[in-house]
Structures are given as structure tokens and as C-alpha cells.
């Protein structure tokens, strides 16, 4: 417990007030059972294989009214994504506590680190739509398929991201510092949480299998099961408590391993034993191209969309080191502490993403269009609350990472520029979800390349020339402002070419 002596009584506060916050919410939610009861077989199936095939209910994703459906399907994720959040930012906070190289370090690894989740959760929301909209669509063969060739692509990407991620770490990280400290940080931490990219790949899709049938609690409880063990392993084994050794950054790397793999193991025995509605059934498989490209259609743009932030990260700590190692220090501070507050949008996006496939398939205009009304407005309410505390109380949220005065003086004002995008960043992640729900992936991959590459980098680099580092900021407002833009021009055409000539259906 000694660790927490220098800590400020906010810090402690902040830190146990969430944690056991998310505990309790655990136990309310009741995700050790499945609260939807019995599925009945549909009439006119033919059982093969002595197994009883399911199909979601009616009365649960096409009838349950909209607001109940939301929230049993969305606060599960919220909840996941919050603790989620909370990892990344307590695993900062410790490794700050190391000293500011630690933290460079970290920042710098960054970038290829969210490569490797983001082609895990960009192919996982192509598994996601496709199993939901067969499902919808009363095609339960083909939904198992997908669930099938989903976790076999995803063991190769997997294998591929090992392979040449650690490869290019060395150069990579070179190409940023020359301190030997950072360097070798750096190098340890990556070799050790990279080399477990099959583990991180295959547990996300057996994940967003449960979410495409509706299992959003037993995803909360795997996600929450990794991420829960992580937080407690930091400490431990980063400063050698309860007779661990101090490892430092190698610590930090080894804890969110283990916590990963305990995820991917949870996943995988919960599809296995408790999924009712998917089989996954390697034996006798054959790959079905047309699924495959189905899967990679709506996947590809989606990795591509979540990558690009890896592209933006590296492009941002390239024109910010120019400065100072400190100045890309705060960028990943702040990284850390926008995941905190859009991560619970993240986690609505995944509520939404199946109850939209499925309506789609199902022909159910109205349930849809109510579905992305509520979406909007709570989507709004979260990121707003981002909004007040990067306005209100910038110098506590930098505080909370040992932030020196140097860090404080670059961080406070930037903190409070870049907070005024979360006043248009609700709508954009919104639409976003919509286009990948309904098979249009790459409208959002367009918005997202046009807002953090085509506008947030050139703007960066601009500013930077022109004003500073201070001014620097600014470029996250104004991209912000052309993704919404976009983001509603591509809304209206959505509707008009697909939702509108959907029959209206029931609420």
C-alpha cells in the first residue's frame, strides 16, 4: 500500500471511487445469467447435427421497445468500455510515476499498439454486422459461417501483426529519439505485449460473436475480467509489491498481457459452452468466399477507420517532438484521458451496431430510425460531461500523471482547446456506427481519413509553422468540424438510398 503515499487524496479518490463504481454496477447488471429466457425453434427449420438451432427472439430485438433494448444492450458495453478506459489511464498513471521517459516511451509505442487493436476491432465489426444481419434475416447457417471464418481471419491477422510489428519497432522508435532510456523502454515494452497479437485478435472475436446475437453482459464480463486483473497486476508487478520484483516497464508490459489472455480465455469458453445461438465448427468446414468478402466489406473500411489513428498518432509525435519530448508527452496524456470519456460512446456503438444490422434484415424502418434518435441524444450527454472537465479542471486531469510544470504549462491550454471538439465528436461517432451497420463501412472511412489525415495533420503542421506549439491544437476543433460536415451529407444519402424504401414496421 505504500505506493499510494505520494499520491494526492483526489487521485486515490478518483481511482477507488470508479473502480468500485464498476464492481457494484457488475453485480446489478446480473451478467452470470441470461435474463431473456428460452428461445423457441423456429417453424419450418430443419435440426441437423441433433443440435437445435436458435434464432434471437421476436419479441426481443424486433418488438422489446427501443429505450429498454438500448439500455440492456448498451450499458453492458459502457460499462466494459469504462473499465477499459480506466486501465489505460491507471496503467499511465503508474508508468508516469516511473519517471517522464517511462511515459514517452509508452506514448511512443502508442501508435503500432493501437495498430494491433484496431485491425482486431475493425474486422470484429464486420463479424458483428454480418452475423446480425443473417440472423435478422433467418439465415442461420450462414450466420454460423460467419462467426467460423471470422475467428480463422482472425488467427492469421494475428500471426501476420506478430510477425511484423516487432520487426519494425526498433526503426520505428528510432525514427522518434535518440535516448537510449526511451529506446530500450520502448523496445522491452512492445516485444513483450506484441507478441501476443494472436491472443488480443482471436479474444476481440469471440466478443463481437456475443454482441451480434445480443450477449452484451457476457462480452462486459469478458472484457471486464482482463482489464479488472490488469489494474490490480500494475502496481505489483511495476514496483514490486507482495513479493513480486520491481520490473518497471517490462511490469507494465507483463501485466496487461496476462490480462489480455485471461480475456481471450473467458471468450472463448463462453462461445463455446454457453452460445446458443452461433456454432463455430471447424471440422467439415469449408470457407465461403462470398461470406469472406461479405465479412471483409464492411471489416476492411472499419480497419482502415480504426488505424488511422494510429497514422494520426504518429504523424501528430512527429510534429510535436519537434518541439519538446514533453509536448509529445501530453498528446499521449491526452490520449489516455479522451479514451476515459469517448470510450462509454464506443461502448453505445457496439449496443447499437447489432440492433441496427438486425432491423436492417428484418425490414423494421421505425425501430431503426428511434434506435440512432436515442443514440444521438445520449451519445451528446457523454461526450458533453468530456467536455466540462477538459474545460473546467485541466490542471487536475494532468495532475493525475505527475504532470511537471513544464507538462502543465503546454498541457492546460491545449487540453481546454482540444475539449471543444466534443461538442461535434458525438454526432460524428454516431453516424459513423450507422454506416457500418447498414454495410457502408467505407462512408466512414472516407469521414474518418478526411478528418485525421486529409484535415488534422496538414492543419497541425501548419499551425505549427505559423503559430507555434500552442496554436498546434487548435487543429482538432477544426476537423472536427469538417468531419460533421461530411458525416451528415453522407446521413442524408443513407437515408434517402436505403432507409427510407425500408417498410416502416413496428415500434
Wanted: net charge positive.
Amino acid at each position: 500500500m505504500w505506493i499510494f503515499l505520494d499520491v494526492s487524496w483526489f487521485q486515490a479518490a478518483f481511482i477507488f471511487r470508479h473502480i468500485t463504481f464498476l464492481l457494484r454496477q457488475l453485480r446489478l447488471c446480473g451478467f452470470f445469467y441470461d435474463t431473456r429466457g428460452k428461445r423457441s425453434e423456429p417453424s419450418g427449420i430443419k435440426i441437423s447435427n441433433s443440435r437445435r438451432i436458435y434464432f434471437m427472439e421476436q419479441t426481443y430485438m424486433k418488438e422489446k421497445p427501443i429505450l429498454p433494448l438500448l439500455l440492456s444492450m448498451a450499458l453492458p458495453m459502457v460499462l466494459s468500455m469504462m473499465v477499459n478506459s480506466l486501465y489505460n489511464i491507471i496503467d499511465s498513471y503508474f508508468v508516469a510515476k516511473i519517471n517522464e521517459n517511462a511515459m514517452t516511451a509508452l506514448s511512443l509505442v502508442f501508435p503500432i499498439q493501437n495498430l494491433i487493436t484496431a485491425v482486431g476491432v475493425g474486422f470484429g465489426i464486420g463479424i458483428n454486422a454480418t452475423i446480425a444481419y443473417f440472423l435478422g434475416a433467418q439465415k442461420q447457417e450462414k450466420a454460423d459461417t460467419s462467426a467460423t471464418l471470422g475467428v480463422a481471419c482472425s488467427f492469421l491477422h494475428g500471426v501476420l501483426l506478430t510477425i511484423g510489428t516487432i520487426t519494425i519497432m526498433p526503426t520505428f522508435l528510432s525514427m522518434f529519439t535518440k535516448d537510449q532510456e526511451v529506446l530500450s523502454m520502448g523496445i522491452t515494452y512492445s516485444r513483450i505485449t506484441f507478441g501476443f497479437s494472436i491472443i488480443i485478435s482471436l479474444g476481440i472475436a469471440y466478443e463481437k460473436i456475443f454482441q451480434s446475437v445480443g450477449r452484451m453482459k457476457t462480452t462486459m464480463f469478458c472484457m471486464m475480467s482482463g482489464c479488472i486483473l490488469n489494474i490490480i497486476l500494475d502496481p505489483i508487478m511495476i514496483f514490486g509489491l507482495l513479493g513480486c520484483p520491481a520490473m518497471g516497464v517490462t511490469g507494465a508490459a507483463v501485466a496487461t498481457v496476462i490480462g489480455q489472455c485471461v480475456a481471450a480465455v473467458v471468450a472463448f469458453t463462453c462461445n463455446h459452452k454457453f452460445n446458443t445461438e452461433i456454432k463455430i465448427r471447424f471440422q467439415g468446414f469449408r470457407p465461403d468466399i462470398k461470406i469472406i468478402g461479405t465479412i471483409y466489406a464492411i471489416g476492411v473500411p472499419s480497419i482502415i477507420m480504426q488505424s488511422i489513428g494510429s497514422v494520426m498518432t504518429y504523424s501528430m509525435n512527429r510534429i510535436l517532438i519537434a518541439f519538446s519530448s514533453t509536448a509529445t508527452a501530453v498528446f499521449g496524456v491526452y490520449f489516455k484521458l479522451q479514451s476515459f470519456f469517448f470510450m462509454p460512446v464506443f461502448g453505445l456503438n457496439n449496443g447499437i451496431t447489432p440492433i441496427i444490422a438486425y432491423n436492417y434484415g428484418a425490414q423494421q424502418r421505425n425501430r431503426m430510425i428511434k434506435t440512432i434518435r436515442i443514440s444521438l441524444t445520449t451519445a451528446f450527454c457523454l461526450t458533453f460531461i468530456g467536455f466540462l472537465c477538459f474545460e473546467g479542471i485541466p490542471q487536475v486531469l494532468l495532475g493525475m500523471f505527475n504532470a511537471s510544470d513544464a507538462m502543465l504549462k503546454i498541457g492546460v491550454p491545449a487540453l481546454r482547446i482540444i475539449g471543444i471538439h466534443y461538442l461535434i465528436a458525438w454526432f460524428c461517432i454516431i453516424a459513423g456506427t450507422v454506416f457500418q451497420a447498414l454495410g457502408k463501412a467505407v462512408f466512414s472511412m472516407i469521414v474518418s481519413i478526411m478528418r485525421q489525415l486529409v484535415v488534422l495533420i496538414p492543419s497541425a503542421y501548419i499551425l505549427s509553422k505559423i503559430g507555434g506549439l500552442h496554436i498546434v491544437w487548435w487543429a482538432f476543433p477544426i476537423a472536427e468540424v469538417i468531419s460533421f460536415i461530411v458525416s451528415t451529407a453522407f446521413l442524408i444519402k443513407i437515408y434517402k438510398t436505403i432507409i427510407s424504401k425500408i417498410p416502416e414496421g413496428k415500434l
